[in-house]
């Protein structure tokens, strides 16, 4: 049994317009993964690699208070230039890269193009 929690586009990539596709590559970038996965998609591959979907569901509402909170922080932080440079220098880069997904993934959710899931797969 495999359990994923994850973020992914609800639409596929292709049918999205470039802002909305380059909202979703910076995303992905900041998160430092290669793209953002369609979730229909996401959920084929596990079926072709011969798992069966015993549970799914979009936890999208349950996610976005904290996702919103995270803006916010992300929001003040980035009106202080000065300390962000002060944090660049103490905090890995994958933490600060980070933050821009964050700060973009609150509107990506309220435009509709980006969900969180809970998937079990089992095989």
Known sequence: ??????????????????????TADLIAKGMLVEKFDYYEDFKNWGRE???????DEDITPFVFPTVERFEKLMGTLLKFPFLVKILQRLLPAPFMNN??????MA????????????????S
């Open 99 to 104: 933050g821009v997904s964050g700060y973009l």
């Open 49 to 55: 690699a011969g798992f069966k979907i015993v549970y």
């Open 107 to 122: 509107d990506s959710i309220r435009l509709d193009i980006a969900l969180y899931a809970i998937t079990v797969f089992q």
């Open 1 to 22: 049994m495999f359990i994923v929690f994850d973020a992914y586009n609800r639409f596929n990539p292709e049918t999205l317009d470039s802002t909305l596709l380059l």
